[in-house]
Every structure is written in structure tokens, then in C-alpha cells.
């Protein structure tokens, strides 16, 4: 049995007093009453306990294709998702757009007799108000932003190609249930994506990046990205071989932390999967290492998670020692523990499981070009090919997109190489933690240099 203590007991916020279903409406949706009609038919039709979860998103991409504007669009999305007990047996329908209610709840309690029954996990007589996340932007300015990076690319190399996106996404997420929870909240996200394509005779180079904001995105740090990245391919050249040391950007580096997400999951903890299963308060990687989550930090921040639950600041490894595992309801209760606010839907389809609303990995100091200089011969990872690692840790990446270092320099492209190693490994041989910490989805991760990682090339 696995005691409690591998967990930071989450205090539950002082309960408001309960509402009736029929009068649980939102100060922000005073039109919508949907999410009420459907917990009182679900109600009316048998079932002891019903929540309703809610998504509605607008966007607003900007195509830029072949250096040029191409496309405006505006999309929107609707859905709902009614998730029912009956006789303790849960049941969960999902509908897009228009629906008809009645319809909804028929179709969940049909699918609950399919299921065994369960432990009812419901968060309960809290409603609270959260402010507006992030800053909405119009066409007009993410028309702009987009012409003057590809300008600022184009000026220094005038033969790459351009194409990319810029958007602005106003998501807004409601979660309500018949025990008196109505959690609402708004959420705005900037974000672009580029890639420069190089054709230079049979070789095809594609160089890429992009960058995740809630109020302003920034044309000049993209182009100098990139920019950068062209100036190291004009040459190509053999890759290092043997055990080298390895320097993961920013970008690159997330490879490394869906290993460690999934080691910190609790869920994995339950199944003997995660091999950190009896090492809390034991060093598990480099010293130099502190993760952790921030409700407040980035773009990915958010206010509860997808059963209600508050989210909450927590440190998972601290100086390389391992602190804490991440949880939902269902997964915290078999621990005999409290939720850490970290219960997720993959999809509006799916069933809340552990998951991580954002992770970050404290920097360390030093640019990318001040980590070059540590390396006498190695090879900077930038893109890859494949998928990660799983929580095995072990991993042979191809490398769409590296750079040799010699004596501290970048000598040019490497190609047709691959770096293999495992993940815990290779993060007890931190060499060096930069202090350029970007996000890349919602990890946010500086470049770091890892000692003796196997590589090969064809010209080896």
C-alpha cells in the first residue's frame, strides 16, 4: 500500500452554501441555462448525482503562405459534455453545437448500463470568479505581426520560403453539478508557428519555430530565431560520433520531460509503471534540476482543473530530490489523499485522469550561444523525428534539424544522424541548465547540455 504522504494535502477552499440546480446559473452566461436543464433532467430521469462540463471556443488564424497573406478565417466550436451516475454506474454522452437535451441524457444513462459501478468523485459548493486570462488582439494586428517576421527574414535571406500561421483563441470553460459546483472561466491565447523552407539544389532544408503568449507576440525574437538557425546550416557537414555531449534547445528539450510527466503521474504510480514509485525524498536526477507547476504562470495557466478542483502551485523534484506526484479525484482517493488539481479530460469525450496543465523546469544561467562555447565536439539537437521516449526512458531519435560544435563554434548542418541514450540517464549527466527558458506547448524548459549521449551518422 502506498502511504499518503507521497502527497502535499490540498486544503479544500471554505464551502459556499449550496444552491439549488435550477438556480446554479453563471454570472457570465446569464442567457445559458443548458448546463441546468441538463442536471435537472438527469435528475428527474433516475440518476443520483450529474455534471455538465462545457467548452466553447472562437479562433482567429491568419494563413501566410509562400511569403504571402493567403487566408482569414474565424472558427467557433461547441460542445457539452453531460457525465451521469446511475445505481453508482457512470455514464458519459457528448454533443456538438445544437443539441436536444432530453436527447443528451437518454443517451448517458444508456451508456451507463454498460459500465461497472464506481466511486462517486464530485467536488462540491464552490463557485467561484476568476478574471479574464490573456489579451484579445485584432486581424489587423496579427496580419502585421505575421508580414514584418517574414520581412525580417527574407531582408537577410531573400530565397526562403515562408509559410505560417497567427491566431488568437478565446476559449471559455464552464464545469457545473448537482452538488452545487459552478467553476467559469475565460481564456485567451496568442499564438504563431513559422517555417523558412531553403532549397538549395537536392537539398531541402526546413527550419522552424513559433511562440505561445497571452498578450503580445514578438515578430523580432521569432525572425532572430530562425534567422540564427539559417546562418548555422550554409554547411553541411559529418556529424560527431561515438558518446558526446549533447545540447538540447529549448525547443528540442521536451523531449525529455514527457519521460519525466509521465514518471510523476500518480496513475503510473498506482500501476508500479513509474520507476520513482519508492523514491520520494531521494535524488532521482542531476542536482541542478527543480520541476514544478505554477496555476499562475504562462500561457497554459488555469484557475481549476476539469473535475473543479483548484489548481495549486506544487514542486515535484526540488535540487534533483523527488518531492511529489501529480493527481485527479479517482486516483487520489485510492491513495487515500487529496486531489493536487491536476484532473484533465484528454478530450470533451473522455474521462478526467491525471495530467499537467503546464510543467516547468527552472533555468539556469548563460544563452545558447554561452553553452555553445562549453563544447569542444558535440552536436546541437534542435528538431526531431518520432515520437518520445514513454515512460521506459529509452529513446533513438533521428535529427530532422542538429549542428555541429567544434572548439565552441557552430562549423554547420549535420544530417543523417541519430542520438540514442535514456532519458533518466541522461538527466542525472546534466552538464549545463541555460537560462533561455522558452514554452514548447506547455512545458517550459531552458536548453541544457547532456554528457555522453551515443551518436551516429551515416558517415561513420
Not at 102 to 108: M, N
Not at 236 to 260: C, E, I, Q, Y
Amino acid at each position: 500500500m502506498v502511504s499518503s504522504c507521497l502527497f502535499t494535502p490540498h486544503t479544500p477552499h471554505t464551502p459556499h452554501l449550496s444552491l439549488p440546480v435550477q438556480n446554479m446559473v453563471s454570472k457570465k452566461l446569464p442567457k445559458d441555462t443548458l448546463a441546468e436543464q441538463l442536471l435537472e433532467l438527469a435528475l428527474k430521469a433516475g440518476a443520483e448525482a450529474a455534471e455538465v462540463y462545457q467548452s466553447r471556443s472562437l479562433s482567429r488564424p491568419v494563413f501566410f503562405e509562400a511569403n504571402r497573406l493567403k487566408q482569414l478565417e474565424t472558427s467557433q466550436a461547441e460542445g457539452t459534455a453531460l457525465r451521469l451516475w446511475s445505481n453508482g454506474r457512470p455514464g458519459l454522452a457528448v454533443a456538438y453545437g445544437i443539441m436536444e437535451p432530453q436527447a443528451l441524457v437518454e443517451r448517458a444513462l444508456s451508456l451507463s448500463q454498460l459500465n461497472q459501478p464506481e466511486t462517486l468523485e464530485l467536488g462540491s459548493n464552490f463557485q467561484p470568479s476568476y478574471p479574464d486570462l490573456g489579451q484579445n488582439v485584432t486581424v489587423e494586428k496579427l496580419v502585421e505581426w505575421g508580414k514584418e517576421t517574414i520581412a525580417l527574414i527574407r531582408d537577410v535571406y531573400s530565397e526562403v520560403v515562408c509559410n505560417g500561421d497567427w491566431e488568437c483563441d478565446v476559449e471559455t470553460t464552464r464545469l457545473v453539478n448537482t452538488k452545487g459546483l459552478d467553476c467559469y472561466y475565460n481564456d485567451t491565447t496568442l499564438s504563431c508557428y513559422l517555417s523558412a523552407e531553403w532549397v538549395r539544389g537536392d537539398d531541402i532544408l526546413s527550419v522552424s519555430d513559433g511562440e505561445t503568449e497571452r498578450d503580445n507576440l514578438q515578430p523580432k525574437k521569432l525572425a532572430h530565431q530562425i534567422l540564427q538557425h539559417l546562418d548555422w546550416t550554409k554547411e553541411n557537414v559529418p556529424p560527431p560520433h561515438g558518446r558526446v555531449p549533447v545540447l538540447f534547445t529549448s525547443k528540442a528539450a521536451d523531449m525529455l520531460w514527457g519521460t519525466v510527466q509521465a514518471a510523476l503521474n500518480a496513475k503510473r504510480l498506482l500501476e508500479g509503471a513509474s520507476p520513482w514509485a519508492e523514491r520520494i525524498g531521494k535524488l532521482v536526477v542531476s542536482p541542478s534540476l527543480t520541476l514544478y507547476q505554477d496555476p499562475e504562470a504562462g500561457p497554459y495557466s488555469c484557475p481549476f482543473d476539469d473535475e473543479g478542483t483548484p489548481t495549486q502551485p506544487m514542486v515535484f523534484i526540488q535540487n534533483g530530490e523527488l518531492q511529489n506526484f501529480y493527481c485527479d479525484r479517482t486516483t487520489a482517493s485510492q491513495l487515500s489523499s487529496f486531489s493536487t488539481g491536476n484532473g484533465f479530460r484528454p478530450g470533451l469525450g473522455s474521462y478526467p485522469t491525471p495530467g499537467l496543465f503546464n510543467f516547468l523546469i527552472q533555468p539556469g544561467s548563460g544563452s545558447l550561444t554561452e553553452l555553445i562555447k562549453l563544447l569542444d565536439d558535440g552536436l546541437i539537437v534542435d528538431q526531431m523525428l518520432g515520437a518520445g521516449s514513454g515512460i521506459s526512458g529509452d529513446f533513438s531519435i533521428n535529427v530532422d534539424l542538429g549542428y555541429r560544435v567544434q572548439n565552441g563554434q557552430v562549423v554547420g548542418r549535420v544530417k543523417d544522424t541519430m542520438v540514442a541514450g535514456n532519458v533518466y540517464t541522461a538527466l542525472k549527466q546534466i552538464a549545463k541548465l541555460g537560462g533561455d527558458a522558452d514554452w514548447n506547448g506547455s512545458c517550459y524548459t531552458p536548453s541544457l547540455i547532456v554528457e555522453g549521449l551515443s551518436v551516429t551518422g551515416r558517415n561513420n
